[in-house]
């Protein structure tokens, strides 16, 4: 949720309707984005959701940083492997974007085993549909991880990743990049991740749903 100071140099930016993003509709609502980078448009007047839960920033590259992410396909494997971690290790997504080259994360510490072991599984799912056997490597063996403690680089965090295709000259817009959870926060659609935010903090209201990453079973 954006601070009152953040509202002292906004302009208005246009993002489609709900509708639209989701399946199809006409350009209506207004987001807004300060001087700063991108506030969030959520829904105000909800109680607290996991805002208080530890957050990571995770940054893992392809091998060399080469662009093995380079088309839909392997973007959108990359967002059902980090949805199946989510489930299976009971974490927290509070946004991402899977680039070409690279991926970031901002993520809770989870509630069944180690932030590595998920980061790990999510990493060889992806390789292992990806990558022939014995024919390469295709992540780098690490990955870059910083605590976010604060409300200011929990937003810091969320513009940098939203903004990152514009800035790199992939898109002209952040809804327009379609790897994200840029479009949540603007308008609350739903995709294949599902995103800790106030959005989904209202939708669990609604259900009388416990906020909890629960694993989903057929």
């Given at each position: 949720?954006?601070?009152?100071k ?13 509708s ?16 700063r ?7 105000w ?15 893992f590259?392809c ?15 990359v ?5 199946n971690?989510r ?13 070409p ?26 390789a292992?549909?990806?990558v022939?056997?014995?024919?390469g ?15 200011h ?39 294949t991740?599902e ?7 209202r ?9 909890r ?5 057929k």
């Amino acid at each position: 949720m954006a601070r009152a100071k953040d509202f002292a140099s906004l302009r208005l930016y246009r993002v489609p309707h709900p509708s639209r993003l989701c399946s199809g509709g006409v350009v209506r609502p207004l987001a807004v984005v300060s001087r700063r980078g991108y506030i969030p448009a959520v829904p105000w007047g909800l109680k607290r959701f996991q805002q208080s839960r530890h957050l990571h920033f995770v940054t893992f590259s392809c091998y060399r940083r080469r662009p093995l992410l380079d088309s839909s396909g392997r973007r959108e494997l990359v967002e059902r492997a980090l949805e199946n971690a989510r489930r299976s290790y009971r974490l927290f997504v509070t946004g991402y974007v899977v680039m070409p080259e690279h991926v970031h994360l901002l993520v809770s510490e989870p509630e069944r085993g180690l932030l590595a072991t998920a980061i790990q599984a999510m990493k060889q799912s992806v390789a292992r549909r990806l990558v022939p056997r014995n024919s390469g490597h295709f992540w780098q063996p690490r990955y870059y991880d910083f605590n976010v403690w604060s409300e200011h680089k929990r937003l810091e965090k969320l513009n940098y990743m939203h903004w990152n295709p514009v800035k790199r000259d992939l898109v002209s817009r952040p809804e327009d990049w379609l790897w994200s959870s840029f479009r949540h926060y603007a308008t609350g659609c739903e995709g294949t991740v599902e995103i800790e935010s106030e959005w989904t903090a209202r939708r669990r209201e609604r259900l009388g749903a416990t906020p909890r990453a629960v694993i989903k079973r057929k």
